[in-house]
């Protein structure tokens, strides 16, 4: 019904400390970042790909089954109060949980992705030495 919106909202709020992360980030003086360090503002950029994909994805799959509509109150589920009922509690238990498995999947490649830079720059330093 609206379990996107739990996704989607997750999705604004990282874009937004993505937003602030990038910016101090770029302040950094270039001598001061590791070159073959993967950047915060990246790894948050992936989340928010994953996000913001998902819950259109989402809103579209509920578009065409006819729980969303052009119309007030544009969520069919809040045409009665039971429906409305059963749309928390499906964005509570349903939404947060792919909320949270989208997340940590984010959390496994983005360590995945650490370790991966990791290894090359370990790479990288043993052919620069003699």
Not at 11 to 20: D, P
Request: charged content about 25%; overall charge positive; proline content about 5%.
């Amino acid at each position: 019904m609206a379990c996107f919106l739990v996704s989607a909202a997750e999705a604004v709020v990282t874009t937004v400390v993505m937003k602030q992360v990038k910016k101090r980030e770029d302040k950094t003086p270039a001598a001061e970042r590791d070159e073959h360090k993967i950047p915060l503002s990246r790894k948050l950029k992936w989340l928010n790909n994953m996000l913001w994909g998902g819950s259109a994805l989402l809103a579209l799959e509920h578009v065409w089954h006819g729980e969303i509509v052009p119309w007030y109150p544009f969520l069919t589920a809040m045409a009665t109060p039971e429906g409305t009922v059963q749309m928390l509690r499906e964005m509570a238990t349903v939404g947060v949980a792919m909320a949270v498995a989208v997340t940590g999947v984010w959390a496994v490649a983005a360590l995945g992705a650490d370790r991966i830079a990791a290894r090359r720059r370990g790479m990288i330093e043993m052919e620069e030495k003699p």
